[in-house]
């Protein structure tokens, strides 16, 4: 069964939160992580599913829009974490495998993306590989 677009556009959001969180493990917010996470949503999550907003733009465009309200309000990168874990637990038949292997792949890029892969961002992909098989 296909997810609607408001759970799809909530898993979106979701993944915004997520995709900060990694990108402000070390506590900084570099351009060059936000410049990946662009380029990897055109790149690879418009094509993920044909959902779309009440605007008609397309949903995964939601990943974008959450990650730049956050990066206004800088919360802690621990509680975008446990946001996602939370709604990860009570929406695992969202999580197919293929968006599974996207998120790893995009956050990985994404920590990558600025000076390499720190102690701190290592550490938040760890957390997310375990999420992820919970």
Sequence with gaps: MQASNDMMQRLYHQLGLLFYAVATA???LSGEETAKLYALVK??????????????TDAAF???SAYDLLAEDMPASEKCLKQF???HGQHKSLFTDHIKALIVETAEAMAVSFRGMNKSELHIL?????????
């Design 126 to 134: 760890h957390e997310i590989q375990r999420i992820l098989r919970s």
């Design 62 to 64: 939601q990943i974008i």
């Design 43 to 56: 790149q690879k999550w418009l094509a993920v599913d044909t959902s779309a907003d009440d605007f008609g």
């Design 85 to 87: 874990e939370s709604f």
């Design 26 to 28: 070390d506590r900084r």
